[in-house]
């Protein structure tokens, strides 16, 4: 009896296998092309071109590009990549494919596929600055800046008026320190486009970078881009997160709780937000609450290196030195070119006593920030503590060639008898 019990849905399973596939109907082809904005209906009218035998290779490709292109917009990675992927089993010189392919490994965080894809689609394509674009993106998750540079700046010699091409080779010249390049590209950017909230807030990144490291100006030219980006598409979180931050640096605590507190009402596992309201409570000298949420935002994302580096000033401002040398190493592993770790770094060693150790983490910084004056002014200090004198006067007199207006190395000077 069980045997015979069990051979009825076999059968059934048998017969529905045998069944062909519903062919595709005359509308399926439109809702397919409308999957990117409409995944919920496209998916299936996607489904029904793929597995119908009677389509043609090419169409059975779009169909795939299509439902991948739905799955992305959704979010989706995985099962994009998939599509993509199929796409290009039917279709190996698809640029089109790889790039989007490469687009959807990015969005992962998987630079290296990424990287590689988008290669595939230049090479098959060497005019295709979308591909440029998107590899410049996956060399700036790896941190090698140069290869960006040279990636957007191609994008922009194959279309002179891509937005996104300046703004993304903007932000690469921000992660090396050359903030007035950066403002260039990004003012350019914003001007093919007066709309580009994205390039507005970038530039406000720049502006902000540029106060922060050089000493330079305001902090009201990046609260200005901020907000502006934020007028111009409130929904952009990490807006208010970046404003928020501005505002904590310009002591304006009241207006940086509430513009952080907002993202994180929004996103509650937004770490970015956690981290721009950890900044203001650290303003407000409230240390407690400020680690509570930076380890809020290191837990959410646990690579989250400038999270680190602010625990860190907040574990210095506790006297917790080891705490803080421990962050300061974790935000390096995340970002082995960010100079302000090292400089932060750096100045730990000084509280515990290490000028020599200070010295090399300072030159660290120095190296993958050549405009940072408070790294030449914190190494030119060790030197005087290590009695060398010559190289002191000289780091002294660097960060005076930058900003004359510094009163640190001005005062510095005064005291070796320049």
């Given at each position: 009896?069980?045997?015979?019990?069990?051979?009825?849905?076999?059968?059934?399973?048998?017969?529905?296998?045998?069944?062909?596939?519903?062919?595709?109907?005359?509308?399926?082809?439109?809702?397919?092309?409308?999957?990117?904005?409409?995944?919920?209906?496209?998916?299936?009218?996607?489904?029904?071109?793929?597995?119908?035998?009677?389509?043609?290779?090419?169409?059975?490709?779009?169909?795939?590009?299509n439902r991948g292109r739905g799955s992305f917009n959704s979010k989706n990675y995985d099962r994009a990549i998939v599509d993509y992927g199929e796409a290009i089993k039917l279709s190996p010189k698809d640029a089109w494919a790889f790039a989007h392919r490469c687009e959807a490994y990015e969005s992962k965080g998987d630079h290296d596929a990424a990287v590689a894809d988008c290669t595939e689609a230049i090479r098959i394509d060497p005019k295709y600055g979308w591909a440029y674009n998107n590899r410049g993106?996956?060399?700036?998750?790896?941190?090698?800046?140069?290869?960006?540079?040279?990636?957007?700046?191609?994008?922009?010699?194959?279309?002179?008026?891509?937005?996104?091409?300046?703004?993304?080779?903007?932000?690469?010249?921000?992660?090396?320190?050359?903030?007035d390049q950066a403002v260039a590209d990004l003012t350019k950017a914003v001007t093919i486009d007066p709309k580009y909230?994205?390039?507005?807030?970038?530039?406000?990144?720049?502006?902000?970078?540029?106060?922060?490291?050089?000493?330079k100006s305001g902090w009201e030219p990046a609260i200005a881009d901020y907000s502006e980006a934020i007028r111009l598409d409130p929904n952009l979180l990490w807006l208010y997160s970046s404003r928020g931050v501005a505002y904590s640096n310009n002591r304006q605590y009241d207006l940086a709780v509430p513009d952080c507190s907002e993202v994180i009402k929004r996103e509650p596992k937004n770490a970015a937000g956690y981290n721009c309201r950890g900044v203001a409570y650290e303003g407000l000298?409230?240390?407690?609450?400020?680690?509570?949420?930076?380890?809020?935002?290191?837990?959410?994302?646990?690579?989250?290196?400038?999270?680190?580096?602010?625990?860190?000033?907040?574990?210095?401002?506790?006297?917790?030195?080891?705490?803080?040398?421990?962050?300061?190493?974790?935000?390096?592993?995340?970002n082995p070119k960010d100079f302000n770790a090292f400089n932060s770094r750096g100045k730990a060693w000084v509280a515990k006593g290490d000028s020599s150790r200070a010295v090399t983490d300072f030159t660290q910084a120095i190296q993958f920030g050549p405009s940072y004056v408070e790294a030449y002014n914190n190494r030119g200090l060790s030197y005087v503590v290590l009695g060398r004198r010559a190289e002191a006067i000289a780091d002294f007199h660097k960060a005076q060639a930058i900003d004359p207006a510094d009163p640190t190395s001005k005062q510095q000077l005064r005291v070796l008898g320049f």
């Open positions: 009896m069980a045997a015979r019990g069990s051979g009825g849905p076999l059968l059934c399973v048998a017969i529905l296998l045998a069944m062909p596939a519903l062919a595709a109907t005359s509308g399926d082809r439109g809702e397919c092309a409308a999957s990117a904005d409409k995944p919920d209906v496209g998916f299936e009218a996607c489904s029904r071109i793929i597995g119908d035998a009677s389509v043609s290779v090419a169409q059975r490709v779009t169909a795939f590009k993106v996956a060399y700036y998750g790896l941190h090698e800046y140069d290869a960006a540079l040279a990636d957007h700046a191609e994008a922009i010699r194959v279309d002179s008026g891509d937005a996104w091409a300046y703004a993304r080779r903007g932000m690469a010249w921000t992660e090396k320190g050359e903030f909230a994205f390039g507005f807030g970038q530039r406000g990144h720049a502006l902000f970078r540029k106060r922060l490291i050089t000493k000298k409230d240390y407690g609450r400020a680690i509570a949420d930076y380890d809020q935002s290191i837990g959410i994302t646990p690579k989250n290196g400038v999270a680190y580096w602010n625990r860190d000033n907040a574990y210095l401002a506790l006297r917790r030195v080891d705490d803080a040398i421990r962050d300061y190493d974790q935000a390096i592993a995340i």
